[in-house]
């Protein structure tokens, strides 16, 4: 079993996250495939390792002595791998496609380490979701970081970071909004077309408010744009200029004072952040190496 870590991978991952379910969408398998290699290292071992409670999973005296040992072979293979790579001795540019609020708040700060890491330059694509995984599938990029699904056949998608959108404002706001809140402000909105609008539609829905009844003072296609409306907004007004935003996106500004953020009362607006790439490229050592790193920042 231990020239197959694969299995033993995903046992550590279902350890890390407590959930059978979590893990897959971690390892951008199915929930029965993760089920299955538990089971099969079960077999192997002649011993249960892992007992499902309601509240998560619990390890048995077999499954921590095993998830010692498993943690160690794995540091041994990442420290290998990144000798492997110095021996590939492969001289060429990493292409990152990446969607807006990850492309220009969040991965900036990890290019440095990701191009250490894998001894090459990186460059990074920045667009819509959905541009690029057209750019993965026409093999013009390596991996693509995006922020709604676009789930299509022959990309392994592997879930990254939990992200939340915040309504923002350059005025203080109230801690918890109420749909009577929403309707005192003036909007600045995304496109009909983004995923951010139609979530934050959904979860208005819910609380029985329309955005069509929103005093809206413009519609705006980026995350950058809408950020530089609200900051150069009149602070003074009556009516808070504000919009929703991943926190991400605003979260230099909320430390330094400069916007403030709330959330909804009793509603939260999430959305999951993926990790893509080809599943031709699936035991590619520069992937295998870049989406590990990613993997392992947990929360950004």
């Known amino acids: 079993m ?11 991952m279902v350890i890390k996250e ?3 379910s979590k893990a897959s969408a971690k390892l951008g398998i199915s929930q029965p495939a993760v089920t299955q290699q538990i089971k099969f290292i079960e077999d192997y071992l002649d011993t249960r390792i892992v007992e499902r409670k309601k509240n998560g999973i619990l390890l048995t005296k077999e499954g921590e002595d095993l998830f010692r040992i498993a943690s160690r072979l ?8 990144k000798e492997l790579l110095k021996i590939i001795n492969k001289d060429f540019t990493f292409i990152i496609g990446s969607s807006n609020a990850i492309g220009n ?8 380490e990701i191009k250490k890491r894998i001894n090459n330059n990186v460059y990074m694509n920045v667009g819509l979701s959905c541009e690029m995984i057209d750019q993965l599938q026409d093999k013009k990029i390596d991996i693509a970081l995006i922020e709604s699904p676009e789930f299509r056949d022959g990309i392994i998608y592997r879930e990254w970071v939990l992200d939340e959108l915040v309504v923002f404002s350059n005025q203080p706001l109230k801690k918890h909004l109420t749909a009577d809140d929403l309707l005192g402000f003036d909007w600045i909105c995304r496109d009909e077309a983004s995923h951010t609008r139609k979530l934050t539609s959904e979860v208005f829905d819910e609380m029985g408010v ?3 009844n929103f005093t809206v003072l413009g519609v705006l296609g980026s995350p950058t744009a809408i950020k530089e409306a609200i900051l150069h907004a009149d602070p003074t007004t009556e009516r808070p200029v504000v919009s ?4 991400h996106v605003i979260a230099n500004e909320v430390a330094e004072g400069k916007l403030f953020e709330a959330r909804l009362k009793n509603y939260k607006i999430e959305r999951s952040f993926y990790i893509a790439y080809s599943k031709e490229r699936k035991h590619d050592a520069f992937v295998d190496n870049v989406v590990n790193y990613l993997l392992s920042l947990n929360k950004v």
Do not use: G, H, R, W
């Open 2 to 12: 231990l020239k197959d870590f694969a299995k033993l991978q995903t046992f550590l």
């Open 244 to 247: 929703v935003m991943s926190k």
């Open 74 to 81: 794995e540091k041994a293979i990442v420290s290998s791998e």
């Open 105 to 112: 708040y969040i991965l900036p700060n990890y290019l440095s």
């Open 18 to 20: 407590k959930s059978f």
């Open 210 to 212: 329309q955005c069509s």
